[in-house]
DNA sequence: ACGACTTTGTGCGTACGTTCACAAGGACGT
DNA sequence: ACGTCCTTGTGAACGTACGCACAAAGTCGT
């Protein structure tokens, strides 16, 4: 499930405040959802809570974590060290995840050897080797979007099967390859699609 | 809908490369759907395509922007000036859809004044002000996890009402402002869900 | 030891989005 | 002018996700 990282971000949050158990309806507050949903939920993976009194939290995040497979921690490649590269490789969001920036690649020669985050960036050329060396099975593209559909083909001959793409363009992949994107301005769009919606409501009770 | 934008930069693609007109077949194959979506939610919108032939490209691209909101340039201030701070300020996507960066905000004394893709960053004291004087209806908040509410809520008092939010934290803001939220580190851990699922059906064959 | 209270787990009705499949409609060649 | 072919627009079936509401279950105070 997709919401299941919404849970776990509100576990820890709640852990670091010191809680021990949470109760659906808390949770739920917690990540901005219904709180049968998250009942439905965690009763599919099995978890158990206890009634009368909640979910543990600190066994509740094990769990999730199980779930989610981030038990192990996944090497990830970054590829364009552009601001939005250095943005990604700079974040903590990921090594708190059990992510691990195994490299950082750029096909720029005035960026190669330049440190980002403790990491030297490396020429694309190097990505089979690193993929190989460092078992990598995700990579994050933050190209420019014309650069996007060749980095992914050298993602996937070298065997990354997970691919994040920043870049605004549709990737065409082999089956057995899953693509998440993150379009900017895709959001962007939809804001000013409802804010026009309230605008022009606005309007008509004038 | 939320596919509009997917359909507005397909269209483009398209456009770029000659083409007149589209079909459904193939306008859906760019944008990776199913065409009869692709029919239903043109017709929505009151579009005409005309059967036997297709869309009209331009004509389509100017229906859909208009549907979108994006014949007016809507106002953008971007708070949090880090490496994605200047990645947001830098991205081409948002000028090229009618979206105009109004200011940059920052709360760090040493990057204020400090010029970024032609905008000098101001601090956020300012923020009340520039909305008023630009008209800016769109909030970009790009800080660290813990800034982000205070932001948000300094963003609502000035009347802002749509609000894309890149930091790892829920934010609660009264009725009638939109929030979308963008989670790298949630994106990260759905791939690794799958990556997970794939490697222990691979383990399960053998 | 018992009863009241809290919270889980889930059955069920509802609403929504998706997709198939086909009839209506228009263009184009002959 | 007519028939064939292509493509739209949409009715209907399907599947799924959501949320209410309640029974089962366990805790805590007395």
């Known amino acids: 499930m997709a919401r299941l990282p919404l849970y776990l971000r509100a576990l820890h949050t709640l852990a670091e405040g010191g809680k021990r158990t949470v109760s659906s309806e808390s949770l739920a507050a917690a990540a901005a959802v219904n709180s049968a949903k998250v009942r439905k939920d965690l009763s599919q993976l099995g978890s158990y809570g206890v009634r009368g009194v909640g979910y543990d939290v600190e066994y509740l995040v094990y769990q999730i974590s199980r779930e989610l497979g981030l038990t192990q921690r996944w090497a990830v490649v970054i590829i364009g060290i552009g601001n939005l590269g250095h943005a990604l490789a700079n974040y903590a969001g990921f090594a708190s995840r059990g992510f691990r920036v195994a490299a950082l690649l750029d096909d720029d020669p005035a960026r190669v050897g330049e440190q980002v985050a403790g990491v030297a960036v490396r020429p694309v050329g190097e990505l089979a080797e690193i993929v190989r060396r460092e078992d990598v099975s995700i990579g994050v593209i933050s190209t420019p979007a014309p650069a996007a559909q ?37 959001e962007l769009q939809i804001l000013a699609f409802h804010e026009q919606r309230k605008t022009t409501f606005e309007a008509l009770r004038a």
Chains 1, 2 share one sequence.
């Open 150 to 186: 060749g980095v992914c083909d050298r993602l996937v001959d070298a065997g990354v099967t997970s691919i994040l793409n920043f870049a605004p363009t549709l990737l065409s992949v082999p089956d057995g390859v899953d693509v998440r994107k993150v379009d900017l301005s895709i």
